[in-house]
């Protein structure tokens, strides 16, 4: 089998021309996606390319490298907008998971319970994929386009995940729901990530995964918070129907639509609910 384990893009973007590869990095999507001793090559595998791991940030962006693994971001200084990906990283798998699992490689499994994609929705982050002598940024909502499907070209690698500081503002929550307490698949995830001027919400973001097949937005539940207070009242009228033209959820082997229709509900109010300042909690 062919393997090439670089330490820099450069080299692995040539190889890409030359094969087809299997691109690695923590294999913890693709070890259990396959029923072989060995991975089918040729794989490229990226975890020595110093340069696409790690958190930076300029004037204009936050860039997470796509090797950056989920105990990355949990040890990493962020601002409150990451609380969500943070509350995310600790649940996914077990630490040893989270250890070696890294970033893109969540993206590009492009799996509907795949923890990190609603924190991104709600971060509007962008994809940077790099292929030989080119560059290009898609919004993770056009990236992902369907279960196991993303916008991922032959030749192109996943080089970082960009947030850009206009969104990295405000506090965040995430909830998940699984059939255990830890290291367990999503039955469904929320994250919300809202900004308050004056008291009242400027701006929000909320999102939904592990219900359709492919995480989204909720419009409707953020038109209804914005303008409003962040209460404990707002957070109430946050209803069923206001979510309903968006879910459509799966039903697969960890739960049906309709258990998984409820189930986000209700973790929409809480994890909303969980950002209420204490000031509004007063009754
Ligand atoms: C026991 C266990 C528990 C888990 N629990 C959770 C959980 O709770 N929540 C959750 O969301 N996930 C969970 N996962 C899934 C997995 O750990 C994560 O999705 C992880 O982030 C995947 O990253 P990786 O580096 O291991 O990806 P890999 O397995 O290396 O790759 C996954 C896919 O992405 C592609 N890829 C990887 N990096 C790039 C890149 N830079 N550019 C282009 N393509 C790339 C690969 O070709 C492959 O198709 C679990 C897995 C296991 C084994």
């Known amino acids: 089998m062919q393997y090439f384990r670089p330490d820099s893009l450069e080299p692995a ?91 893109a490689g969540n993206l590009c499994n492009a799996s509907p319970a795949a923890d990190g994609v609603p924190c991104w929705l709600t971060l509007n982050a962008q994809v940077e994929l790099q292929s030989k002598g080119a560059t290009r940024t898609l919004l993770l909502s056009s990236f992902i386009t369907g279960p196991r499907k993303t916008e991922l070209r032959r030749g192109e690698i996943v ?68 303008g409003k207070p962040l209460s404990a009242d707002t957070t109430i009228q946050i209803t069923d129907a206001m979510m309903a033209d968006v879910l459509q959820p799966i039903d697969d082997l960890r739960s049906d639509a309709a258990y998984r229709r409820d189930a986000a509900g209700e973790l929409v109010r809480r994890c909303v609910g969980g950002l209420v300042p204490e000031r509004s909690m007063a009754v």
């Open 13 to 103: 973007l040539d190889w890409l021309v030359e094969y087809d590869a299997c691109i690695a990095a923590g294999c913890t999507d693709l070890f259990p996606a396959t029923t072989a001793q060995k991975l089918a090559g040729p794989v490229l595998d990226l975890t020595a390319i110093s340069e696409l791991r790690g958190i930076s940030q300029d004037d204009q962006v936050w860039r997470f490298g796509a090797t950056t693994t989920w105990t990355d971001v949990v040890r990493a200084d962020l601002p409150p907008a990451f609380d969500s990906l943070k509350l995310a990283a600790k649940e996914v798998g077990s630490i040893q998971i989270q250890n070696t699992g890294t970033l």
């Open 159 to 226: 080089t970082a995940i960009l947030v850009p500081k206009s969104s990295a503002v405000g506090k965040s929550s995430f909830l998940k729901l699984g059939a255990r307490k830890y290291l367990i698949i999503s039955i469904a995830m929320v994250a919300a990530r809202i900004c308050e001027e004056d008291r009242l919400i400027s701006e929000v973001a909320i999102s939904v995964g592990s219900c359709n097949a492919v995480a989204q937005r909720l419009s409707e539940v953020e038109k209804h918070l914005l």
